[in-house]
């Protein structure tokens, strides 16, 4: 039987408002992706430099 417990389903607009938060993530990290002057900029100068 492929009957599922009533308390592993999400409603659709559950779903929805799951699915929109991942989307801002995507974006977000996709944006810093694309834009490495300013990750850059916010990185340390040297990072890694005391373990040498």
Known sequence: MNK???KDQI???EAMKK???YAALTA???FIILN???AQASSPPDP???LG
């Open 48 to 50: 890694g430099g005391g």
């Open 19 to 21: 699915m929109g938060k």
């Open 28 to 30: 977000l990290g996709t």
């Open 11 to 13: 409603t659709r607009k």
């Open 36 to 38: 490495p002057k300013k």
């Open 4 to 6: 599922q417990e009533p």
